[in-house]
């Protein structure tokens, strides 16, 4: 039955999930930007630890985290695997840092193969899997929390109905992951696709 879902209902396998944990955290180095200083602990100059405070404020900030079915694992082989990048800059700055990053992975000879571009999303194939990315500008909440996971309800309720809905599905879809975490139970949710599938309804 296995068998029969992963070559017959695209079902992936656990080796499948490796190979797309090891490309996404690479598009994270190269689809993400943290500040590359950090305040010195023993620095009692109030004048300096405000001058670095300012700097990390100007500092660009984005992280990207799985979103939908993929941050839940129930992503099939071939559906996109769906992820948000949060961030303080621009839509038209992220979509340089975008086609920047595409540009140097092609140049190193990687993988970095883009479909289709439409305002804020994003498709393309990435080490051999194909991503589908949106970008939020969200500064105050991406400044609050870098992270986005551990941010307040409070906090998301300060930011846009776009942003707010995006944000709480995220984290729920997070949440979900831990129930689908034994590979039998990511097996009944392929089995109960391959139904609809056969019957027309999915």
Known sequence: LMKHLEETYNMPNEEWWISVDA????LRTLLEKRPNEAFEDDDDDP???SAQAARADALPLVSLLPSGSHAMQL????EDLQCVAFGTISVERYVDIFWEAAIKVQDDG???MVYQVETSSFWFNFEGHNFHLHYVCCEN??????????VS???????DAHTQKIVEGIKRDTKKRAFFSKRYQRASFHYLRAWTIARGRY
């Open 23 to 26: 490309a996404f955290q690479h």
């Open 110 to 112: 990687g993988k970095f």
């Open 141 to 150: 909440l991406v400044r609050k929390c870098p992270g986005i996971l551990n």
């Open 75 to 78: 992503t099939a082989t071939n």
């Open 47 to 49: 004048q300096s630890i």
């Open 153 to 159: 309800d409070e906090t998301v309720r300060e930011a």
